[in-house]
Structure formats: structure tokens, C-alpha cells
Nanobody
């Protein structure tokens, strides 16, 4: 397993941008598929975006397509989520997750049970 730590959350105006980062502490993420999830108060945690081990394949929830971009830099053991044109509905705690046994399809990346490691979460608030 890898230990993951998210950063970059905060308060942003509607239409603004934030960039979240996830870094592995003490272990490489090069063999892990990675994902971002979010959870709003009183709601279930939901899939946001995923990326395979090489970065060659990406997956997105319909609600963020065209606005969010997931990327990774295995040499730096980091995964990022660039969030543009943000909406109040994006307000949530965002979690970074990693897993070694995900299949090459969206359902696998959406399945939270596939992930072995989770970060502590970072708060994102979109409000005027």
C-alpha cells in the first residue's frame, strides 16, 4: 500500500479554478491506478475522475467532463486534479485513492472497493 496526502483545497468563487494535488509518502505510485472521489455533507462518496498507471487512459464522471482534468507524474509520485469553471455543486471533501488491481474500464474505476489506499481528504468550497 501507499500512504496518500491531498492538498490544494480551499474557498473559491463560482466560475473559478482550483488545483488539487495528491502525493505518496514513502512509496512509489507507478504501479497504481489512481482516482479522485468527493463527498458532500449527508451524501454518499462519489467518483470524480480516474487515471491508469501510465496516464494513458482517463475516466470522468459526467458532472465534471470538460471542466476537470486528472493527470499524474510518476517520477514525482503525484496525482493532480485541475478544476475549472467550478460550481457550488462541486463543494465537497475530495479524496485521493490508489489501487493495483483495477480493470481498464469506467466501472472498475468507479468501484470504491477496488482501491487499497485513501488520503485524508481536503475541503473544497465553491461559494459567493
Amino acid at each position: 500500500q501507499v500512504q496518500l496526502v491531498e492538498s490544494g483545497g480551499g474557498l473559491v468563487l463560482p466560475g473559478g479554478s482550483l488545483r488539487l494535488s495528491c502525493v505518496s509518502s514513502g512509496r512509489t505510485i507507478s504501479s497504481y491506478a489512481m482516482g479522485w472521489f468527493r463527498q458532500a455533507p449527508g451524501k454518499e462518496r462519489q467518483f470524480v475522475a480516474g487515471i491508469n498507471w501510465s496516464g494513458g487512459s482517463t475516466y470522468y464522471a459526467d458532472s465534471v467532463k470538460g471542466r476537470f482534468t486528472i493527470s499524474r507524474d510518476n517520477a514525482k509520485n503525484t496525482v493532480s486534479l485541475q478544476m475549472n469553471s467550478m460550481k457550488p455543486e462541486d463543494t465537497a471533501v475530495y479524496y485521493c485513492a490508489g489501487g493495483r488491481y483495477l480493470g481498464p474500464a469506467l466501472p472498475s474505476f468507479q468501484d470504491q472497493r477496488r482501491y487499497e489506499s485513501w488520503g485524508q481528504g481536503t475541503q473544497v468550497t465553491v461559494s459567493s
